[in-house]
């Protein structure tokens, strides 16, 4: 659009300069309402304010819990003291089976002496 007005101004003499400087003058004046385009000092609608301040209460929110999320170094020590434990409870349980079976062997043997006692009467 520009190079129509320079070819206007250039070839159009006096009357291709009115007309540039008609033009300009009306733009800015429509600009300088408003009309022409928009001048971005209006405030935001409602609906976008109101979007605005849900997705702030929302970060809010959001901050503040991720503020009280363990951290890395506490997730590893976490995980590393659950493999502590598990060893722990995996020993437990294979003392509490041998445990179980050294009780059996004693209980038969206390039931076969007691029966061999009976039968020696």
């Known amino acids: 659009?520009?190079?129509?007005?320079?070819?206007?101004?250039?070839?159009?003499?006096?009357?291709?300069?009115?007309v540039v400087a008609g033009v300009l003058l009306i733009g800015?004046?429509?600009?300088?309402?408003?009309?022409?385009?928009?001048?971005?000092?209006?405030?935001?609608?409602?609906v976008v304010a109101d979007q605005l301040s849900h997705i702030d209460t929302r970060m809010t929110l959001l901050e503040a819990r991720v503020g009280t999320l363990p951290t890395r170094d506490e997730f590893h020590e976490?995980?590393?003291?659950?493999?502590?434990?598990?060893?722990?409870?995996?020993a437990m349980s294979n003392t509490a089976v041998t445990t179980q079976h050294a009780v059996l062997r004693i209980e038969n043997f206390m039931i076969e002496a007691s029966q061999r006692e009976r039968s020696n009467k």
């Open 78 to 90: 976490l995980q590393t003291e659950y493999v502590r434990m598990s060893e722990r409870m995996t």
């Open 28 to 46: 800015v004046g429509l600009r300088h309402k408003g009309w022409l385009f928009d001048s971005g000092k209006s405030d935001p609608p409602k």
């Open 1 to 18: 659009m520009e190079t129509y007005f320079l070819d206007l101004l250039n070839n159009g003499g006096p009357v291709g300069i009115l």
